[in-house]
């Protein structure tokens, strides 16, 4: 009789509670991998994204569950940068418009802002933070596109309805979450969280 093969489940919290997030990151993951939510460990509270960078956003969250809750963790933070805006909104993407964080009126922001402006490329980065047994590892992914001049698709979230990446005619928001993931920023980050994962 063959010996059974005993699967081990790696255990990671995801540092959001954002379930558009979630979703898409489960996607990305093999059975090996359970991720769970903040909610998932009874961490309610806002986390702090007070840094000025990308990077520095993703490694305040992964830290702030692994000292708060005591977690292997790993955070994402991920901004829209626009060439002609030189870098904005970057850090500020989810507030660009102020507080309450609004999806359309970030768009209805941006597009103004780009209103007279010819060059419209802009990319969608996202960084990943893991905290794994005391060490920290980031992981970072970039997908270039440009905005386009009005919001077209129902799918996805933030920007989505206005960015189209290189190489296709329709915008984020327009693809399946499947073909999304397949080519986005977040999707690059995980699939490289994902391989040093499974070759600890």
Known sequence: MLPKIITLIMKLVFASNNSNKIKEIQLLVPNSIQILSLEDIGCNEEIPETANTIEGNAILKANYVTEKHGYDCFADDS????????????????????????????????????IDKTNRKANFKTVIC????????????IINGKIIDKKTGNNGFGYDPIFAADGYTKTFAELSMN???????RGQAVKQLVDFCENL
């Open 79 to 114: 901004g829209l940068e626009v060439d002609a805006l030189n870098g904005e909104p970057g850090v500020f993407s989810a507030r660009y418009a102020g507080v309450p964080k609004n999806d359309d009126n970030n768009m209805n922001k941006l597009l103004l802002n780009l």
């Open 130 to 141: 893991l905290n794994y047994k005391g060490e920290q590892h980031l992981f970072t992914g």
């Open 179 to 185: 073909e999304k993931s397949s080519i986005s920023h």
